[in-house]
């Protein structure tokens, strides 16, 4: 029997897939609230639960598991899992000799010691609740999806190299390749997640609202829709083939309550109302490209003005023809102006004829 300490809590299980399929044995991975990421076998028929493997490396409460395996160009299975916690930091393990060690339970637990993460990957600011591996065995590349406290929503490209030995083993190195993000994804806390097709994830949140995102070939995340729940505090997503159309889903969403959603095979595809507006977008860059065209038109609309403009220096023209017509007018002044002093020049040719007037009375004293 096996003892745990009571106050510890599992906060995520997930079942690892060996491949075998007989003898009525299981193997499950939990993340528990001591720090601690197990690896457990329940055989059905010993009725028997063995701790096979432990882990305590994130040092803090762990939060969601997830497994994936890979098959090597030789056909060697190996066996990951993905652990997080409340740091915000994705580990990944190779427990692929704890896995073949463990069939039949031929060794002693903890028999393998401690090993550490192949890789670790920094997704979020805070814990990650949920986790999705997407990539067929055979893969040179995984996406890696995880929601957090913080209400983003992270897909990791992972990259997968296998080192084939010369003694005939193999193992797999990984690699971070790059890392998209859609930061505020919900207004609360995002809870679950699922890839529904390679390119499209489905994520829940505490909103209440399920939401479709679509990776786009740019490597970022397009909001493709959402819907609103009717279930609160929604903590799980379960997907899979619905029976009743062909090429569709149905989801399964639980918390306070229970949900089926049904999606029909259209609603997979990228959406014609959003490849209209991709149309539209490239005919808006066209549309764009008419008021640019436009632009260029409504320069030459302009031109008309600045033709205008050329026209209205033209009209001004007129008023400076007129202007110089003013001056012509305020030369006339001046004309008059010079008038006036030949008029003021009749005064003093008056005074002169004044003086010729007062001669004349001299004459007259003369001529008395």
Partial sequence: ????????????????HTGTGGGGEVLLAAACSDGAVRLFSLHESLRRL?????SLHHQRC????APFSLCSPRGTRRQFLCSAATDGRIALWDLTEVVEGAEGLTAAPHSWGECSPC???????????????????????????SGGDDG????SRIGVQHNTRDTGGASASLRLLSQTSAPCSHAA??????????????TVSVDQRVALWRLCGEGH????????????????????????SEGGLAMALCGQGLQLLRLLPEELKPPAAQATPDAAG?????????????????????????????????????PDAAGEAAPAAQESPDAARETAPAAQESPDAARETAPAAQESPDDAVGSQ
């Fill in 1 to 16: 029997m096996l003892k745990m300490d009571p106050e510890t809590r599992y906060m995520s299980l997930a079942v690892v």
């Fill in 50 to 54: 063995v701790l096979l493997w432990e």
């Fill in 62 to 65: 762990v939060l969601s598991v």
């Fill in 119 to 145: 890789l670790c990957v920094p997704a979020h600011q805070s814990g990650v609740n949920s986790l999705a591996v997407w990539g067929s065995a055979s893969s040179e590349c995984l996406l890696l999806a």
């Fill in 152 to 155: 983003s929503l992270t897909v």
């Fill in 189 to 202: 806390p995002l809870t679950a997640l699922r890839f529904l097709t390679s390119d499209l994830l489905a």
């Fill in 221 to 244: 995340l397009r909001w493709q829709g959402a819907l609103f729940s009717h279930v609160a505090d929604a903590a799980g997503l379960v997907v899979w083939r619905d029976p009743c």
């Fill in 282 to 318: 490239e005919t808006a860059p066209a549309a764009q490209e008419s008021p640019d065209a436009a632009g260029e038109a409504a320069p030459a609309v302009q031109a008309t003005p600045d033709a205008a403009g050329e026209a209205a220096p033209a009209v001004q023209a007129t």
